[in-house]
């Protein structure tokens, strides 16, 4: 039988109007010399002025390219550096249903940020023969649309313009939503393409983003209380604004509702972005931000500087910190779903579990799995790797130690939490906060503002002060000690990143060192964003967890100079 996959590959010509746009426009934005970009796990991230713009450009390119491959669904860009300081900044893209750029295209997006100029028309044109033409895919002519935002970076507009510059030599069609948190940009992306669906997501706008976070966060809460304020610190980003936006509607403290005080939330001083604040300060340094003012036994939580990341804290009367990170948000959630499923009567019908990296506390992992008796899975490093993972539950919790992270729901827990008929005014309480937790929790990608608002849902329905959390589980002291290397590629890690492959024999001394160390658990894999190798150790007491890293640490130098020596 003659199938159309016999038939041979149609080439597409690209007009020289367009590749002549495209070499043109780009004059502004030259690939400076010397220089070699990667698409990472956080997209392109590097100091803003040597070079962004032309890699901005060349991501104009990619979503261009990438809306076609998915018949022109909408493609997001987010111009962002989260956590890194207020001369950085970086741009990734979002896939359709709001996710990370699917793996196999961070290569094309690589392949362009590392063109010339000149040759802009050139690599369009065989890319796309390489990625959108083939017999039972057809080029058409129908426009790419993409959607983008920027966060509070003083780089940002001349980003955008080198953005713009290659959409436009495109003829894409696209919206600009001005400054927005990164998840606020992959809501929009989501809530666009499920415009026709049987389950849209909702109103592509700021204000949609707010009516149905505040709308299901006062379904959640279901006549709840919440004890005392939260401090809120937005790392002097775009969170600032955003969260003042959202506070608009939600329900204040003389309304039943959240009293939030913010800080840090100074977008107009550049250098303030990430300066001795937000998650990332918190979560490294062990300590809340000097000028958060902390009150003993509040609840203070820190976003960092695009609001895609939170961390809880408290400090005790003596002034101790305590931190209540992603695996303790991620504990509190799976725990309070799981038993709001359980109460409502559909706990057996669902598979609940979480989703955690080798960095996840060792404590937390048996809390979930001896005490909350849920099952675990732990995955590489990044939240790509944990949302794809989390797809394999019906309601998948998935967050890493620093505070990414979300839950999601698949249509068949979606459909039996809505299609349930409740048997008592209880299960239809439990069922009715659950409904509302699959609006407030923002499925698409890990959101401080909605993981900040499950939280205070969740400590609320158990009437639970900070302390109260905090003594569920008690952490394993811990270490993270960071590796300079002269090259960290030599470091490959398989077993979710909990096992180095080579430099043949590293592992075998880690382990060496790991069985002579009481509940000792140790791993050394190479950072995704910097140029280092990480190694993580945690044991029964602080002194052998730093000892521990320390020794790992120094099998890393050792094997690491080893390698160079060879090559
Ligand atoms: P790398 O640099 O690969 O360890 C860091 C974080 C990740 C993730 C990414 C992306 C740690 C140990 N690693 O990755 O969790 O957040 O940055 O931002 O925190
Ligand atoms: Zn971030």
């Given at each position: 039988m003659d199938s159309i996959f016999n038939q041979p590959k149609p080439v597409v010509t690209i007009q020289d109007e367009v590749k002549n746009a495209l070499v043109q426009n780009a004059a502004p934005y030259p690939l400076p010399e010397g220089k070699r970009f990667q698409y990472g796990t956080a997209g392109f991230r590097m100091k803003a002025d040597v070079g962004l713009d032309h890699v901005v450009y060349a991501v104009g390119i990619v979503a261009a390219l990438r809306s076609k491959r998915r018949n022109e669904a909408t493609i997001g860009v987010m111009i962002t550096a989260s956590?890194?300081?207020?001369?950085d900044n970086g741009v990734k893209v979002v896939d359709p249903?709001?996710?990370?750029?699917?793996?196999?295209?961070e290569e094309y997006a690589t392949q362009l940020a590392n063109t010339e100029n000149a040759l802009f028309g050139d690599i369009y044109e065989k890319l796309t023969n390489d990625l959108l033409v083939d017999p039972v895919h057809q080029v058409h002519t129908r426009k790419s649309k993409v959607v983008f935002a920027r966060d509070t970076r003083a780089s940002g507009p001349h980003l955008i313009k080198a953005l713009k510059a290659s959409l436009d030599a495109l003829h894409v069609e696209y919206t600009d939503y001005g400054i927005l948190t990164t998840p606020m940009l992959h809501h929009m992306v989501r809530c666009h393409n499920t415009k026709n669906s049987p389950r849209p997501f909702g109103e592509a706008s700021e204000a949609g983003y707010h009516k149905k976070m505040a709308n299901a966060f006062k379904k959640a809460m279901y006549g709840r209380k919440i004890k005392g304020h939260l401090t809120v610190d937005c790392?002097?980003?775009?969170?600032g604004p955003k969260l003042h936006d959202l506070l608009k509607y939600l329900p204040n403290a003389s309304n039943d509702g959240i009293d939030i005080k913010v800080v840090n939330?100074?977008?107009?001083?550049?250098?303030?972005?990430?300066y001795e604040c937000g998650a990332d300060y918190v979560k490294t340094k062990q300590r809340a931000p000097p000028s958060s003012n902390a009150v003993p036994f509040e609840r203070c939580c820190s976003l960092d500087g695009d609001a895609d990341r939170i961390v809880y804290y408290f400090i005790d009367d003596n002034k101790e910190f305590h931190l209540l990170d992603g695996d303790r948000i991620a504990t509190l959630a799976a725990n309070f779903i799981a038993d709001q499923a359980r109460v409502a009567g559909i706990g057996d019908k669902l598979k609940i579990g979480v989703v955690q990296t080798a960095y996840a506390n060792g404590a937390s992992t048996e809390y979930i799995q001896k005490v909350m008796k849920l099952p675990v899975d732990c995955t590489p490093t990044g939240v790509k790797h944990l949302h794809h993972a989390a797809k394999r539950f019906d309601i998948g919790v998935y967050f890493e130690a620093n505070g990414h992270g979300t839950v999601l729901f698949n249509d068949n827990a979606i459909d039996i939490i809505k299609g349930h008929d409740p048997q008592s005014p209880g299960q239809k309480h439990a069922l009715e906060s659950l409904d509302a937790l699959i609006d407030l929790i923002n499925q698409a990608v890990g959101d401080a503002f909605s993981d900040m608002l499950l939280t205070e849902v969740a400590l609320a329905h158990r009437a639970w002060s900070p302390q109260d959390w905090m003594n569920t589980y008690i952490d394993l002291p811990n270490k993270l000690v960071r590796v300079v290397v002269p090259d960290r590629n030599v470091f490959k890690a398989v077993d979710a990143e909990r096992r180095l492959e080579s430099p043949a024999g590293a592992q075998a001394r880690i382990d060496h060192y790991v069985n002579l160390t009481n509940r000792g658990r140790a791993f050394a894999r190479a950072s995704g964003t910097e140029d280092a190798v990480r190694v993580y150790a945690e044991a029964h007491s602080a002194r052998d967890a730093e000892k521990l890293a320390n020794q790992v640490a120094e099998v890393v130098e050792t094997y690491g100079m080893r390698a160079a020596s060879k090559s």
């Amino acid at each position: 039988m003659d199938s159309i996959f016999n038939q041979p590959k149609p080439v597409v010509t690209i007009q020289d109007e367009v590749k002549n746009a495209l070499v043109q426009n780009a004059a502004p934005y030259p690939l400076p010399e010397g220089k070699r970009f990667q698409y990472g796990t956080a997209g392109f991230r590097m100091k803003a002025d040597v070079g962004l713009d032309h890699v901005v450009y060349a991501v104009g390119i990619v979503a261009a390219l990438r809306s076609k491959r998915r018949n022109e669904a909408t493609i997001g860009v987010m111009i962002t550096a989260s956590h890194n300081p207020a001369e950085d900044n970086g741009v990734k893209v979002v896939d359709p249903m709001g996710d990370m750029l699917e793996q196999e295209w961070e290569e094309y997006a690589t392949q362009l940020a590392n063109t010339e100029n000149a040759l802009f028309g050139d690599i369009y044109e065989k890319l796309t023969n390489d990625l959108l033409v083939d017999p039972v895919h057809q080029v058409h002519t129908r426009k790419s649309k993409v959607v983008f935002a920027r966060d509070t970076r003083a780089s940002g507009p001349h980003l955008i313009k080198a953005l713009k510059a290659s959409l436009d030599a495109l003829h894409v069609e696209y919206t600009d939503y001005g400054i927005l948190t990164t998840p606020m940009l992959h809501h929009m992306v989501r809530c666009h393409n499920t415009k026709n669906s049987p389950r849209p997501f909702g109103e592509a706008s700021e204000a949609g983003y707010h009516k149905k976070m505040a709308n299901a966060f006062k379904k959640a809460m279901y006549g709840r209380k919440i004890k005392g304020h939260l401090t809120v610190d937005c790392a002097n980003g775009v969170g600032g604004p955003k969260l003042h936006d959202l506070l608009k509607y939600l329900p204040n403290a003389s309304n039943d509702g959240i009293d939030i005080k913010v800080v840090n939330d100074d977008v107009i001083k550049p250098e303030a972005l990430n300066y001795e604040c937000g998650a990332d300060y918190v979560k490294t340094k062990q300590r809340a931000p000097p000028s958060s003012n902390a009150v003993p036994f509040e609840r203070c939580c820190s976003l960092d500087g695009d609001a895609d990341r939170i961390v809880y804290y408290f400090i005790d009367d003596n002034k101790e910190f305590h931190l209540l990170d992603g695996d303790r948000i991620a504990t509190l959630a799976a725990n309070f779903i799981a038993d709001q499923a359980r109460v409502a009567g559909i706990g057996d019908k669902l598979k609940i579990g979480v989703v955690q990296t080798a960095y996840a506390n060792g404590a937390s992992t048996e809390y979930i799995q001896k005490v909350m008796k849920l099952p675990v899975d732990c995955t590489p490093t990044g939240v790509k790797h944990l949302h794809h993972a989390a797809k394999r539950f019906d309601i998948g919790v998935y967050f890493e130690a620093n505070g990414h992270g979300t839950v999601l729901f698949n249509d068949n827990a979606i459909d039996i939490i809505k299609g349930h008929d409740p048997q008592s005014p209880g299960q239809k309480h439990a069922l009715e906060s659950l409904d509302a937790l699959i609006d407030l929790i923002n499925q698409a990608v890990g959101d401080a503002f909605s993981d900040m608002l499950l939280t205070e849902v969740a400590l609320a329905h158990r009437a639970w002060s900070p302390q109260d959390w905090m003594n569920t589980y008690i952490d394993l002291p811990n270490k993270l000690v960071r590796v300079v290397v002269p090259d960290r590629n030599v470091f490959k890690a398989v077993d979710a990143e909990r096992r180095l492959e080579s430099p043949a024999g590293a592992q075998a001394r880690i382990d060496h060192y790991v069985n002579l160390t009481n509940r000792g658990r140790a791993f050394a894999r190479a950072s995704g964003t910097e140029d280092a190798v990480r190694v993580y150790a945690e044991a029964h007491s602080a002194r052998d967890a730093e000892k521990l890293a320390n020794q790992v640490a120094e099998v890393v130098e050792t094997y690491g100079m080893r390698a160079a020596s060879k090559s």
